[in-house]
């Protein structure tokens, strides 16, 4: 059980388009999902909380016009990207927690490799 | 500041060997995950544990949490090359409800 999905798992797109990632929690209802963007050989660093049905709360830095996030539903949450440009590219994780076990304890998703070129 | 001190941050050790990792913090904390990652993949949660003191074990992987709920260690014995990957300590931070992760520990077992 809880097992939480990412789509795509792999983009490349132009410079100045925009880019969705959507994050599926498949076998539980996920009231809170978290973003997250690793650069190589670094930890996580959490970019927003979004709960179900509310804005996303956005970590200092994170630019909110940049990185819009949409959590319309319990089991799905999406991360677009804006006008990409070659400096957003990373892996971008979602994880999720919610009525699966511990609600102390995150899903995450295997992540979404952005290559903006 | 980072709230979460992991260490060591990199290691290479022959398989075979034994090591541990250490995640210390100067906060006290409900619980703390541990997880392991692989390149281009997400973060696999490995154990939770919540009661100072608690030894948990997951075959050649113990996990302790200290007394205190301050710290936690990782112990793999007879390292494989299966275990290599980059290891995350990781905590609730109780102030606004988020979890924080340490900046990891990049663990290479050769053969």
């Known amino acids: 059980g809880a097992v939480v999905s990412q789509h795509p798992s792999r983009v490349i797109c132009k410079s100045g388009t925009s880019v969705k990632i959507e994050c599926r929690s498949l076998?539980?209802?996920?009231?809170?999902m978290f973003w997250y963007r690793q650069f190589p050989k670094q930890s996580l660093m959490l970019m927003a909380t979004?709960?179900?049905?509310?804005?996303?709360?956005?970590e200092q830095g994170v630019e909110k016009d940049k990185f819009l996030i949409n959590h319309a539903s319990l089991t799905l949450s999406t991360l677009t990207v804006t006008s990409a440009h070659p400096e957003d590219s990373s892996f971008y994780i979602c994880?999720?927690?919610?009525?699966?076990?511990?609600?102390?304890?995150?899903?995450f998703g295997p992540g979404t490799r952005l290559t903006v070129l | 500041t980072q709230l979460l001190e992991q260490s060591p941050q990199f290691l290479s050790i022959q398989e075979g060997e034994n090591l541990t990792v250490y995640c210390n913090s100067s906060?006290?904390?409900?619980?703390l995950q541990w997880y392991r990652q692989e390149p281009g993949e997400g973060p696999v949660l490995l154990v939770t544990?919540?009661?100072?003191?608690e030894v948990k074990k997951l075959k050649r992987l113990t996990f302790q949490f200290g007394d205190a709920r301050k710290d936690s260690s990782l112990h793999i014995t007879a390292a494989q090359t299966g275990d290599t990957g980059l290891y995350l300590c990781?905590?609730?931070?109780?102030?606004?409800?988020?979890?924080?992760f340490g900046k990891g520990t990049r663990l290479h077992i050769l053969p």
């Open positions: 906060s006290v904390f409900s619980s």
């Open positions: 544990v919540v009661t100072g003191g």
């Open positions: 979004s709960n179900e049905g509310s804005k996303a709360t956005y």
């Open positions: 990781a905590a609730w931070r109780n102030r606004d409800d988020k979890i924080i």
């Open positions: 994880s999720a927690t919610g009525t699966s076990g511990s609600t102390d304890t995150q899903y």
């Open positions: 076998d539980f209802q996920a009231t809170t």
